[in-house]
């Protein structure tokens, strides 16, 4: 089964959530033809329950960042994007303790990566509408023009994967709150552009 033609990043936020899911599914048939690699074993059985879960979760977390789309000229920057570093913490909370299980194996890691290559999986997903917010934001003064969107982005992203890795790792308990490493991200990327003389 080949993967579907799918617009790379189609506009309708439904149509998106729907080419995500199609997308993962592809993913998970693929990896079934390798020869077996998720055959009804430990091992398979957790890339099932993570493939699975992305299925569920990846659509849902690429439908938040789309939603930013929004918000653009409303609010404070900052406000608008404290909510999404949470979800994002959460988002990757949730699927990070379930790849770890399923990622023990090589091959397994080897034959995921080509999957993700070839169904379009990759970062990009996630970067695209969150570059987007912040670009358009720039755009009309409320972040700083020196700002780079790319790269705050990928900062974003890595704040929230960070900080779910560490969670996961060492538990609650040894670093900030979800709440308070959400509200650093969001502060430390200083996106919002100074207040203009009165």
């Known amino acids: 089964m080949a993967t579907p033609s799918l617009d790379p990043y189609p506009r309708d936020p439904h149509q998106r959530s729907q080419d995500t ?9 693929s990896m079934k033809r390798d020869d077996g690699l998720l055959r009804d074993t430990t091992g398979g059985r957790a890339v099932g329950a993570f493939l699975a879960l992305l299925q569920d979760r990846l659509p849902v977390w690429l439908r938040i960042l789309n939603d930013l789309d ?21 988002y990757y909370v949730e699927v990070q303790s379930v790849a770890l ?7 397994v890691t080897l034959r995921y990566r080509e999957a993700v290559r070839v169904s379009g999986l990759g970062p ?10 912040i670009a358009a934001e720039r755009q009309i003064g409320r972040v700083s023009a020196e700002v780079d969107p790319v790269a705050s982005a990928r900062l974003f992203l890595a704040g929230c994967f ?32 100074p207040p203009h003389p009165a």
């Open 101 to 107: 299980p399923a990622f023990t194996s090589a091959r």
């Open 162 to 193: 960070q900080h779910a890795y560490y969670e996961m790792l060492v538990g609650t308990g040894y670093g900030p709150s979800r709440d308070d490493a959400a509200e650093e991200i969001v502060k430390e990327l200083r996106l919002e552009a």
């Open 124 to 133: 990009m997903p996630e970067i695209e509408p969150l570059s987007a917010y």
């Open 70 to 90: 929004y918000l653009v000229g409303k609010g404070r920057v900052n406000d608008n994007l404290l909510p999404i570093a949470l979800a994002g913490i959460d």
């Open 21 to 29: 899911r199609l997308r993962v599914l592809h993913m998970a048939a």
